[in-house]
């Protein structure tokens, strides 16, 4: 600063300010508390009223040194003097001049500075209007933001054109720091005063909008939040007007359905408890949601006990009849059990499984159990079960969780004791899910299941008055302790005698009846049912039968419609049966036509039922090898091994070298739709097809047979013998070849069906070839071998003959 700018020289009090700058021109009261200050006031006020106001560098510092004072100050008047009643002052004062310190007086009494007041310099340049006019817009849009200062200002400021006295207008209003207002205190320059002031103003404004955004931000929330909660009122004000959804009067709703529903005390609380729970919650929440879909789940579930039985087992003899044709022992089994559960209530009998083939009638013997006992009917698919959860629920804390199949079923039937047919037990998987067979074991037990526990529901479930029924395709899938409960009543599947009477008195009825035709419309000749059963099914049940037989209605119907048919009635024939349902599905004949080398035919046991299983060989000249093809699993794999060794074994009876194979290859096929097939009963199948390649001698074309085929030549029981039996006779054979310790099996089979088979029951392999090529196969081999009888060829499988599975 220039000395030369100093115009004079005052002795002045000073009060050093701790939190405010005073700019000329400004007129602001201020607080005085320290002695000091206060004598220097009184000192001002009874000389001339001038005072030195100075900042002190230290804010803290109570009685500052003469270097702790900014030497730049103002000197202002002093207006006004009011005294507190507590010795401090407070004076109005009114800033004069700028003034800079020049020496403090040794005053001990109050400070004492000689102060050179500080001229601004004059002569504004047309570039300071512009600066002047910039900084006018800024604190005008200042002035709108902050709302901090009064809007006069404006005006004031408008009218001055002192440059100098401009800008420390601005300053006196900026929010900035005490360093800063010094700064500009100390700024003599009224052009660089305002650059400053300008520059200030602008981060200001910035600081200001961004203030502003945010404060914007909230409010819309707010707003929002507000918006949402009028809303909700407003709905709820309008659905009490029109006298329905009042959150109130569901709550109330809820808890009457509660109090209804015959629970347990347990439930009832917990219900009530979840209840209170919902009160409290926002009724729209995606919680509150999840809470009224739970006390749902318990208000719709039956809890009360379920009606007692009717049970006649006279009339419930007649209802089976009334829906079954046949299956005489199945019922009379039903009836048993249902007149033990008559006698004694508490007895937990067996549970019933019905095993066989698809459309056999396991669910519809459900359904008829249900009708004799007075009962709801409802059934569980178990087939592809892999996750415990869903016979057990999910827990609650999953997102769209429910209750497991079981509940589910039972909240369906409405009853807390209908029979309840868990479909396709032996299709469950399980995995790392969890044991769903576990579960199940559960439900099915009389010693636990009065208190299942679903996940989801929380709360114990009496299960223990549910009549359960399992059905099954095959049994040995079935896990063995889920078997152990139960008792299989198997149902192998029909003649086709049984499906022509099955059609006439159940399915072509019933078939008539819903497309809305009437007996006299339409009538299927015996010929019809049968052509379409031989040549458009080939399964063990009816099922397909069922759909075929609706399809010619349906198209029947169709025409009767369309007045195409003038005639009164429609006679289905097996002509017309080719008419509606186009070209054969199915040959009929699946026996071969005629005595065949390297073909036999064996007989498996597969899901749908029983099958013919042609089987073929065909050797070609090679260097050994032996390929099966088919789709055949690992144990007939090795049956057909076994089967091969055996061959191996009687080769010199067959006129074979015992090396035969060497410059020979092999190839076993087992054609049919890459079904897959497995087990050891095609054994004798195998060898005896492979013989007859071999040996060059064909094989009966209508002669079957199943058996396992030990490397000994010994015939081993399998199962499923009826089944197959049936898929034999659907086949037109008449020759079938059982294993001896089977024998028994027979008896099940329909008397209709062992007439028309002549059945051979053999021990020994020797039995089925003199059966199969009759006085064909010498008994004994050649002189030589004689030595050694029985004797077997090496089993070496990898080096004698590699055997390549394609
Ligand atoms: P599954 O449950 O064994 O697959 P369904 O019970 O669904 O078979 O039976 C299929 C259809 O065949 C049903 O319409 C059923 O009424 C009928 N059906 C099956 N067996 C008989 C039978 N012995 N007498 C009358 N109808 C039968």
Redesign the pocket.
């Known amino acids: 600063m220039e000395d030369k700018s100093y115009t004079d020289l005052k002795i002045l009090p000073l009060i050093p300010l701790r939190d405010i700058v005073v700019f000329p021109h400004m007129v602001i009261p201020l607080f005085v508390g320290r002695e000091k200050s206060v004598r220097a006031v009184e000192a001002a006020y009874n000389l001339d009223k001038k005072i030195m106001l100075a900042v002190q560098k230290e804010a803290r510092s109570n009685d500052p040194f003469p270097d702790e004072i900014f030497k730049i100050g103002t000197i202002a008047e002093i207006v006004q003097i009011v005294k507190l009643s507590d010795g401090t002052i407070k004076i109005l004062v009114e800033g004069k001049k700028r003034a800079k310190v020049t020496a403090f007086l040794d005053n001990p009494d109050f400070l004492e500075a000689a102060c050179a007041e500080i001229e601004d310099i004059r002569g504004g340049s047309p570039e300071t209007v512009a600066l002047m006019r910039a900084a006018l817009s800024a604190f005008e849009k200042f002035l709108k933001l902050s709302q901090r200062v009064p809007p006069e200002t404006l005006l004031a400021l408008a009218d001055i054109n002192d440059p100098g006295h401009f800008a420390d207008l601005i300053a006196s209003h900026l929010s900035v720091k005490i360093e800063d207002k010094q700064l500009l205190l100390e700024t003599p320059d009224p052009r660089q005063r305002i650059e400053k002031v300008f520059a200030m103003l602008n981060s200001e404004l910035e600081i200001l909008d961004l203030e502003k955004k945010v404060r914007g931000r909230v409010k819309d929330q707010m707003e929002q939040n507000q918006k949402e909660y009028y809303l909700n009122e407003q709905l709820r004000a309008i659905q009490k007007e029109l006298g329905k959804g009042d959150e109130k009067t569901e709550i109330e709703e809820l808890r009457e359905k509660i109090q209804n529903a015959g629970m347990p005390v347990d439930v009832n609380k917990k219900a009530l408890k979840e209840l209170r729970r919902l009160e409290m919650m926002q009724p729209m929440s995606s919680e509150a949601t999840v809470v009224r879909n739970y006390i749902d789940w318990l208000v719709d579930l039956p809890w009360k006990p379920g009606a007692a039985d009717r049970l006649n087992i006279k009339r419930a003899g007649e209802i089976l009849d009334e829906?079954?044709?046949?299956?005489e022992k199945i019922k009379e089994r039903i009836l048993e059990y249902l007149a033990v559960r008559k006698l004694s209530r508490k007895m937990k009998g067996p549970i019933l499984c019905?095993a066989?083939?698809?459309?056999?009638?396991?669910?519809?013997?459900?359904?008829s159990i249900a009708r004799a006992l007075g009962r709801k009917f409802a059934r569980v698919s178990l087939g592809g079960i892999r996750d415990e959860a869903e016979i057990r629920g999910h827990r609650r804390t999953y997102i769209g969780s429910m209750p497991g199949k079981i509940i589910q079923s039972i909240k369906k039937a409405g009853t807390r004791n209908p029979v309840l047919m868990l479909?396709e037990i032996d299709k469950m998987g399980n995995d790392f899910r969890g044991d769903p067979a576990s579960a199940l074991l559960e439900v099915l037990d009389p010693e636990q299941n009065h208190a299942f526990n679903d996940h989801y529901l929380e709360v114990d479930y009496d299960l223990s008055e549910v009549v359960f029924i399992t059905?099954a395709n095959i049994l040995y899938t079935i896990p063995k302790p889920l078997l152990d409960r139960m008792e299989v009543l198997r149902?192998p599947g029909?003649t086709d005698f049984?499906k022509v009477k099955?059609s006439e008195?159940?399915?072509i009825p019933?078939k008539i009846e819903e497309h809305g035709l009437s007996k006299n419309k339409i009538t299927f000749e015996r010929s019809s049912i049968e052509k379409i059963i031989r040549s458009y099914t080939r399964e063990a049940?009816?099922?397909n039968?069922?759909r075929e037989i609706a399809a010619i209605c349906r198209k029947t119907a169709k025409s009767v419609v369309e007045k195409k048919k003038r005639m009164e009635r429609t006679v289905i024939t097996g002509k017309s049966v080719q008419k509606l349902l186009g070209p054969s599905k199915f040959n009929p004949d699946r026996r071969e036509e005629k005595d065949e080398t390297g073909a036999a035919t064996g007989l498996a046991w597969t899901e749908v039922g029983g099958e013919l299983l042609a089987t073929e060989v065909v050797v070609t000249d090679g260097k050994g090898e032996l390929t099966l093809t088919g789709k055949l699993g690992d144990v007939m794999k090795e049956s057909a091994r076994a089967a091969f060794t055996y061959v191996r074994s009687i080769a010199p009876r067959l006129g074979l070298s015992r090396n035969f194979y060497k410059n020979k290859d092999i190839h076993i096929h087992v054609p049919e739709g890459a079904i897959p097939k497995d087990g050891p009963s095609a054994g004798i199948t195998l060898a005896t097809a492979l013989i007859s390649a071999l040996a060059k001698i064909p094989v009966k074309h209508d002669l079957a047979m199943t058996g396992e085929i030990t490397l000994r030549g010994k015939v081993l029981p399998v199962g499923g013998i009826k089944e197959k039996v049936l898929a034999a006779h659907r086949g037109r054979i008449s020759e079938v070849i059982i294993p001896k310790d089977n024998e028994n099996d027979l008896r099940e089979i329909p008397a209709n069906v062992r007439k028309r088979i002549k059945f051979h029951a053999v021990s020994k392999m020797d039995e089925v070839l003199d059966l199969a090529f009759p006085g064909k196969i010498k008994d004994s081999p050649p002189k030589e071998d004689l030595k050694n009888p029985g004797k077997l060829p090496e089993y070496d499988r990898n080096q004698n003959f590699p055997l390549s599975i394609n």
Request: hydrophobic letters at 30%; zero cysteines.
């Open positions: 829906d079954h044709y046949g299956l019905f066989g083939p698809p459309g056999v009638g396991k669910t519809s013997l459900g359904k479909d059905t149902l029909y049984e099955i008195k159940f399915l019933r049940g009816v099922r039968l069922e």
